[in-house]
């Protein structure tokens, strides 16, 4: 049963990897401009960093 468990964190993991590092690249490859563009890329560098810690909690948890 445990090598269920790490398989589901370890998907976690990997989604939330991925959802974090697209969250980030797409932050910088905004077309907007003004205070448009900056809330765009502080919304994006947010949720890409909470993914990352995500991914990290879930492999700290795994190990």
């Known amino acids: 049963m445990s090598d269920w468990?790490?398989?589901?964190?370890f998907a976690v993991a990997?989604?939330?990897?991925?959802?974090g590092m697209s969250s980030i690249v797409m932050g910088f490859m905004s077309n907007?401009?003004?205070?448009?563009?900056?809330?765009e890329r502080i919304e994006m560098g947010y949720l890409g960093v909470s993914a990352l810690v995500?991914?990290?909690l879930m492999v700290y948890v795994i190990s």
């Open 14 to 19: 990997l989604v939330a990897f991925t959802l």
């Open 32 to 39: 907007k401009e003004g205070s448009e563009a900056l809330h």
């Open 5 to 9: 468990i790490d398989a589901i964190l």
């Open 54 to 56: 995500v991914c990290l």
